[in-house]
């Protein structure tokens, strides 16, 4: 659970792209770009049932995931102007939510931050 002040949650709650880093059990990196959202306490970002490749359970930061639940969240804004720069890392354990009310809240969330959702 994270704790963000007022200027941090408005900005992670209007950036568009965060990029999720994990690691494997023998703390190789992956970072990937991810939508998400967040409920001001928690970060969800949804597998949903976009064509993939792979199944769900086989995609490398589920892995991750379930051999290494370290991850971190890295959201941030560029602007040729540097005045105008920010980033918020947010580091913490990750868990899998497949199922539940938790779920159910994360693709709310979800959908109504993209519309594509």
């Known amino acids: 659970m994270a704790e963000f002040s007022d200027r941090q949650l408005e900005s992670l709650t209007s950036a568009r792209v965060g990029h999720l880093a994990t690691a494997d ?40 995931i379930l051999a290494n639940p370290q991850a971190t969240l890295l959201v941030d804004h560029y602007e040729e102007d540097w005045g105008n720069l920010w980033y918020i890392m947010v580091s913490g354990r990750a868990n899998l939510v497949m199922e539940g009310p938790e779920q159910t809240t994360a693709v709310a969330l979800l959908r109504e931050k993209y519309r594509q959702y």
């Open 25 to 64: 059990k023998n703390a190789r990196p992956h970072v990937i770009p991810v939508c998400f959202s967040t409920d001001g306490r928690y970060i969800y970002s949804v597998l949903d049932q976009k064509p993939k490749r792979t199944a769900l359970t086989r995609l490398r930061r589920v892995k991750n």
